[in-house]
């Protein structure tokens, strides 16, 4: 189980990395890590010993890595939108109230990006040449 990565984009203050790994038994697992901003958040590539559990193809799992990239940059928007761009209480002082509204522009790149990558590994798409 060697994980490949699929999905590896990145901006000026954005980088998403996708992973996946197949199973002895077939089950596919993807694994990533995100930095958007000022946040970072990883997930580990799994070993999948329950059938039942995983994915039963590797587009499926890229798919589910990419929901799980935009659900964690739309949580640093939201925040951003939320706090008006003022950075948080515990940041340094001499940081710009702004800062968190001109990187607005790169995020909603990095949301445009995830949702092409989503379209491209869309399971449900025919696949005339594999």
């Known amino acids: 189980m060697t994980p490949r990565v699929c999905v590896d984009w990145k901006n000026s203050v ?3 990395i996708i ?3 197949k199973s002895d038994n ?6 990533g890590s995100t930095y958007f901003w000022d946040r970072c958040a990883s997930c580990p590539t799994y070993f999948v010993e329950d059938t039942a559990k ?4 590797e587009k499926k799992a890229i798919v589910a890595g990419l929901d799980w990239a935009k659900k964690n940059c739309q949580q640093v928007l939201d925040d951003i ?3 008006g761009g003022i950075p948080d209480d515990d940041e340094e002082e001499d940081k710009s109230p702004a ?3 001109s990187v607005l ?3 909603n790149e990095a949301m445009v990006r995830i949702n092409q990558f989503k379209s491209l590994y869309n ?3 025919l696949e005339l040449f594999t």
């Open 14 to 16: 954005c980088r998403v």
């Open 19 to 21: 992973t996946t790994a």
């Open 26 to 31: 077939g089950r596919w697992d993807f694994g």
């Open 54 to 57: 995983g994915f039963d193809s």
């Open 81 to 83: 939108v939320f706090r």
């Open 99 to 101: 800062r968190g509204v």
């Open 105 to 107: 522009p790169k995020l």
């Open 123 to 125: 399971p449900q798409q």
